[in-house]
């Protein structure tokens, strides 16, 4: 029986991957075979991976440097198929986050989350796009959220929130503009444990003058399935979405909340 699940010989380039959600997912594709290229604005995360992939006997190689800014892009990128030759996967994954409301919101709170996940995004596609189509496959993956559903649900992350939709419109162009070898897919997590949601916790504590622990369990209640995900729980949707499995799937926000209701 064929494996449906065996990246051998695929080469993975997953952005932010130094933690949190991106390092699960760079640790579940070159679990399941394949090679990454491990970006992170941190260098010293992001070599961190690096090590752990390695130990786990596959290739990788880190590429540090800021989504956000084209240049660094695309000479990354060349670096990357210098060195790995091609690029099958790629995962849109670097973001930010803050609790603020709009009111207090500045125009750099606005350019940051805009300029790091939706250009970030936008810049890394149109860079990597152009060998997919050559070699006549690839996956792309982008980072969506539950925040980015037809009724967004959530108050205080208006510059993290229009980012997302942005990501999600993203998403759905190119699926159609890159069709029908390369599939562009979105997955949305709910309530990830990382360091983004402790720091959210947190900022949403303060301003409720409840502990960062209290808010956490209120958030946890309210899932169907009574628990926050982990990065490996995204990691699982996102190497599905790669698989063979998906053939048939793209321009679609596959939701990873633990079954988050509707209202919130
Ligand atoms: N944690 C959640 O519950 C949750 C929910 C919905 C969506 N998401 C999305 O998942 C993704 C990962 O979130 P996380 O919780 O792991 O966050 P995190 O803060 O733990 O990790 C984000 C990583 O991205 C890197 N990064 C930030 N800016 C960068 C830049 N300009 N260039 C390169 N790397 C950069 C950081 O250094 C960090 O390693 C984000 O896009 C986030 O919006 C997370």
Not at 137 to 143: A, F
């Amino acid at each position: 029986m064929n494996n449906e699940f065996d990246f051998s010989g695929k080469v993975a380039l997953v952005t932010g991957a130094g933690r949190g959600i991106g390092k699960g997912i760079a640790l579940r594709l070159a679990k399941m075979g394949a090679d990454i290229a491990v970006n992170d604005l941190i260098s010293e995360t992001a070599d961190r991976t690096v090590e752990e992939i390695r130990n786990m006997g596959r290739k990788a190689a880190a590429f540090p440097g800021d989504v956000s800014k084209s240049e660094i892009i695309d000479a990354m990128v060349d670096e990357i198929l210098q060195k790995f030759n091609h690029i099958d996967i790629l995962v849109n994954n670097a973001g930010i986050s803050l609790y603020r409301p709009i009111l207090d919101c500045s125009e750099e709170d606005w350019d940051r989350h805009v300029d790091i996940m939706a250009k970030g995004t936008f810049l890394l596609m149109r860079k990597v796009a152009p060998h997919m189509i050559a070699q006549k496959w690839g996956r792309i993956v982008n980072l969506g959220s539950y925040v980015a559903q037809f009724n967004c649900t959530t108050k205080y992350f208006a510059p993290y929130c229009a980012a997302k939709f942005a990501i999600i419109g993203l998403t759905q162009v190119a699926a159609q503009e890159w069709a029908p070898y390369v599939t562009v897919n979105a997955v949305g997590p709910g309530d990830v444990e990382t360091e983004m949601m402790e720091l959210e916790w947190q900022q949403e504590g303060a301003r409720r003058g409840i502990t960062a622990a209290e808010v956490k369990e209120e958030y946890r209640k309210r899932l169907i399935l009574e628990r926050l995900q982990t990065p490996d729980d995204i990691a699982k949707a996102v190497a599905f979405l790669c698989s063979p499995l998906a053939d048939q799937i793209t321009g679609s926000h596959l939701i990873v909340s633990g079954g988050l209701p509707y209202h919130v």
